[in-house]
Every structure is written in C-alpha cells, then in structure tokens.
T-cell receptor
Framework: EAGVTQSPTHLIKTRGQQATLRCSPI?????VYWYQQALGLGLQFLLW???????NRGNFPPRFSGRQFPNYSSELNVNALELEDSALYLC????????????FGQGTRLTVV | EDQVTQSPEALRLQEGESSSLNCSYT??????LFWYRQDPGKGPEFLFT???AGEEKEKERLKATLTKKESFLHITAPKPEDSATYLC????????????FGQGTELSVKP
C-alpha cells in the first residue's frame, strides 16, 4: 500500500514568489495535516483538513493557505515568500482527526533565495 | 499552554548499551501520545501510540511507557541502525487532530 506522497521533493523560489506544495494521503485517510520543520525549530503545526474543510490552523500568517480536494489530496500555498519560509514541509494523513496516528510523507524541501 | 519537552537533546551510546529517552508533557485532556523516528532529511516514521497512564507498547528493541506526566522510550541493546532523532508528540482533547511535538532526542549509537 502506498504511503503519503508529496511533490515536489525540492523547490527553490525567489523571495516574494508563490510556492505550491502537493500531498496525496494514504488511501482511505480523510484527514490531512501540514507541518513546517525549520532548522532548529522542530515540527510546527500549520493546517488540518478533514472532509474538504479546514478544521484547525496553527500560528502562521494568512499567506500560508491550503485546500483539500474531493479525492482527499491537499495543496499548501505560500504567498509572498520570505527567506525564513525555507524549511522542510511535511504532510501527514490519518483515518480521522482525533486520537489516531498520523503517517508522514517524505516532505518538500523549500528553499527561498 | 500545551507543551512537550524531551530530554536529553542528544544521546550517544555504544552498541548494546541500553538507555531511556524522556518526554514530559502538559496538556489539556490527553487524547494520545505518539512516538516517531526521523532520519535526516526524511519524514517522521510512526512508532507507537499510547492513550492512558500505565500503557506500554513494544517493537523490536524499543519499548514505550506512559504515566500521567511523562513517557519513556526505552532502547534495549541498541544497534547503529537505531541512530536517528526520536520525536514525541501529544494530541490534546481541545485541539482536534493537531499534534504538538517536542524538540526531539538525537540518538547516536556507535559500533
């Protein structure tokens, strides 16, 4: 069974540009989560989608946004990129939002220059 | 405020030298505590879920335990391939599916 897949693996953008990151969850999982892992800061929660709706949002500015499609795949958009947005962006999926384990993809390494 | 603290930050062991990693947490209504392993540049790999104090889970050389305030990940007779960063995360009752992660313990096992 395929795990969580993310694309692209690496992404290099210029400050001020927009980045789009994509995630396909494990088959049958309806919840998708996005986390940012910047150097030395640990995993920080960004967004949680379930059944196409945004259920929870972390302490990030509005230029971080996303959506979940009818097939449960998800997209994370980062507008007006800043240098400090450079990080590993991780997507995870679970069967449901509460109390169940989440499985992570391999991440997208975003570098802003 | 919900918080997770892991110690030590880094741990160096000789192959076969058993030890424990600690995860202390303060959370409003624990729904679950999760252990992950992360290799450099990779996504976290799920290891265990613990739901209530007194619960224990085992997998190969790893054993996770849970009390009302902390969790331990015991590593018995580690091998070099156990070298990785071990992450602890909690899910709070009022936060939905959000995981709150600790900073991790970087484990290095030398042959």
């Amino acid at each position: 069974e395929a795990g969580v897949t993310q694309s692209p693996t690496h992404l290099i953008k210029t400050r001020g540009q927009q980045a789009t990151l994509r995630c396909s969850p494990i088959s049958g999982h309806t919840s998708v989560y996005w986390y940012q892992q910047a150097l030395g800061l640990g995993l920080q929660f960004l967004l949680w989608y379930d059944e196409g709706e945004e259920r929870n949002r972390g302490n990030f500015p509005p230029r971080f946004s996303g959506r979940q499609f009818p097939n449960y795949s998800s997209e994370l958009n980062v507008n007006a990129l800043e240098l400090e947005d450079s990080a590993l962006y991780l997507c995870a999926s679970s069967l449901e939002g509460r109390g169940t384990e989440a499985f992570f993809g391999q991440g997208t390494r975003l570098t802003v220059v | 405020e919900d918080q997770v603290t892991q110690s030590p930050e880094a741990l160096r062991l000789q192959e076969g030298e058993s030890s424990s990693l600690n995860c202390s947490y303060t959370v409003s209504g624990l729904r679950g505590l999760f252990w992950y392993r992360q290799d450099p540049g990779k996504g976290p790999e799920f290891l265990f879920t613990l739901y209530s104090a007194g619960e224990e889970k085992e997998k190969e050389r790893l054993k996770a335990t849970l009390t009302k305030k902390e969790s331990f990940l015991h590593i018995t007779a580690p091998k070099p391939e156990d070298s990785a960063t071990y992450l602890c995360a909690v899910q709070a009752g009022n936060q939905g599916g959000k995981l709150i992660f600790g900073q991790g313990t970087e484990l290095s096992v030398k042959p």
